[in-house]
């Protein structure tokens, strides 16, 4: 089963893109369990979207308690008490400027960084990361077809469709690059 927790602040779009991986999973067949938890209910506070997946049912109802994966929306949230729900194997992919180096005080992680705000206002959707952020995400885990996560965006953006999921392939064929040993 892969457990991921998704790292937000209020207003950021992080329950929306949980909610987006968790239908790309299920639309690719597999079984999904995603809960939320707010911090204060307004904007900016924190939040974190968990999800749960797997190829067969679910039957656990507990928090996640060991990330294999990380989706964290805005740097400044990476402390000891996210990143206590990450093993060294966990991917923590970030939204940041910054190199990967940049996070090395840290731990023993690996954080993946990727620029979301860069490639939203390259794809003329502003300060809107999370489309970006899911593509990203989706090269990481190596687990989504990349259509599909486009045509769940397609189907559930409120605008700016084309534009979001030109930003998610965008994304996702950044790191399907730096992966390949290509330059940012």
């Known amino acids: 089963m892969r457990e991921i927790l998704i790292l937000g602040r209020g207003g950021q779009g992080a329950q929306t893109a949980g909610n987006l991986l968790a239908r790309a999973f299920f639309e690719q067949g597999s079984f999904v369990q995603t809960f939320a938890t707010y911090g204060g209910a307004r904007r900016g506070t924190p939040v974190t979207a968990s999800l749960r997946v797997d190829d067969q049912p679910i039957r656990q109802r507990s928090n996640i308690e060991h990330a294999s994966a990380m989706l964290c929306f805005d740097e400044s949230l990476l402390e000891p008490g996210f990143l206590g729900f990450a093993r060294p194997d966990t991917v923590i992919v970030v939204n940041t400027h910054k190199p990967a180096s940049a996070f090395a005080g840290l731990g ?3 954080f993946f960084p990727i620029d979301g705000r860069s490639i939203a206002q390259r794809n003329d ?9 899911l593509g990203a995400f989706a090269a990481k885990l190596d687990q989504l077809d990349i259509d599909i996560v486009c045509n769940v965006i397609q189907d559930t953006a409120p605008a700016k469709k084309d534009q979001n999921v030109a930003a998610c392939r965008d994304a996702y064929a950044m790191v399907r690059n730096q992966d390949a040993g290509g330059q940012q």
Not at 128 to 133: K, P, Q, R
């Open 108 to 110: 023993d992680y690996q």
């Open 125 to 133: 959707m502003g300060k809107v990361v999370n489309s970006a952020l």
